[in-house]
T-cell receptor, first 117, second 114 residues
Framework: GAVVSQHPSWVICKSGTSVKIECRSL??????MFWYRQFPKQSLMLMAT?????????EQGVEKDKFLINHASLTLSTLTVTSAHPEDSSFYIC?????????????FGDGTRLSIL | GDSVTQMEGPVTLSEEAFLTINCTYT??????LFWYVQYPGEGLQLLLK?????DKGSNKGFEATYRKETTSFHLEKGSVQVSDSAVYFC?????????????FGQGTRLTINP
C-alpha cells in the first residue's frame, strides 16, 4: 500500500518550454502533497507544500510564479516549471501523506529528472 | 531552527560487515524521526521510524533507537549486503504553521563491496 506515482520519470526539453510533472497517490487519499528538489549528491530541499483545494505554501526563496503547483483532487498534484532554463535542471521528487497529519509518514514518488537544454 | 546532521560519506564496507550511520538532530519539542533510503535514480523509501523517546524502529535488518538524551537516531545493521548500497537520509518531522514537514539530513552514500 501507500504507492505514489510520479510522471514523467525523465524529461528533456528546450529552454523556454514549460514542463508539467504529475504526482498521484494510487491507493490512498492525500490531503497534503509535497514537492522537493534534489541537486546531485545533495539532500532534498522542500519547495512547497500543497493542500487539496487551496493554494500551495512555498518555502522561502522558491519562486511561486516559476513553479506552479496545483492540487485539484485528493489523489493528484501537479508541478509546472514555467519557461524552464538550464538552471532549472534537477531531480524533482513529490511525496504524499495520508490523512490529516499527526505522525503519518510521507510516501515518495520515484522522482522526475528534468534536463533543460 | 530544526536540523539534522548525518555522518559524512561516502561509506564503503565489505559484505557482512557491521554498519553504523550516525544521525543527530536539533529540534524543539519531540519530533518523530525517520530513516529513508534512496536507490539510484529513484525516489525515497521509508526504511524505519520512531515517534517517541526510546522507541526502536526496525526493518529489513536495520535498526535505530530514538535517544532523547543524546538527540540521536543512529542507523545500524549487523551484516550488510551488496543490495544495501544506496543513499540513506535521516529526517525529523516537525509542525510549522500547522503543517507537518520533514527536515532531512544531507544523506550518506553507502557502497557495499562483495
Amino acid at each position: 500500500g501507500a504507492v505514489v506515482s510520479q510522471h514523467p520519470s525523465w524529461v528533456i526539453c528546450k529552454s523556454g518550454t514549460s514542463v508539467k510533472i504529475e504526482c498521484r497517490s494510487l491507493d490512498f487519499q492525500a490531503t497534503t502533497m509535497f514537492w522537493y528538489r534534489q541537486f546531485p549528491k545533495q539532500s532534498l530541499m522542500l519547495m512547497a507544500t500543497s493542500n487539496e483545494g487551496s493554494k500551495a505554501t512555498y518555502e522561502q526563496g522558491v519562486e511561486k510564479d516559476k513553479f506552479l503547483i496545483n492540487h485539484a483532487s485528493l489523489t493528484l498534484s501537479t508541478l509546472t516549471v514555467t519557461s524552464a532554463h538550464p538552471e532549472d535542471s534537477s531531480f524533482y521528487i513529490c511525496s504524499a501523506r495520508p490523512g490529516q497529519g499527526g505522525n503519518q509518514p510521507q510516501h515518495f514518488g520515484d522522482g522526475t529528472r528534468l534536463s533543460i537544454l | 531552527g530544526d536540523s539534522v546532521t548525518q555522518m559524512e560519506g561516502p561509506v564503503t564496507l565489505s559484505e557482512e560487515a557491521f554498519l553504523t550511520i550516525n544521525c543527530t538532530y536539533t529540534a524543539t519539542g519531540y519530533p518523530s524521526l525517520f530513516w529513508y533510503v534512496q536507490y539510484p535514480g529513484e525516489g525515497l523509501q521509508l526504511l524505519l521510524k520512531a515517534t517517541k523517546a526510546d522507541d526502536k524502529g526496525s526493518n529489513k535488518g536495520f535498526e535505530a533507537t530514538y535517544r532523547k538524551e543524546t538527540t540521536s537516531f543512529h542507523l545500524e545493521k549487523g551484516s550488510v549486503q551488496v543490495s544495501d548500497s544506496a543513499v540513506y537520509f535521516c529526517a525529523l518531522s516537525r509542525t510549522f504553521q500547522g503543517a507537518q514537514k520533514l527536515v532531512f539530513g544531507q544523506g550518506t552514500r553507502l557502497t557495499i563491496n562483495p
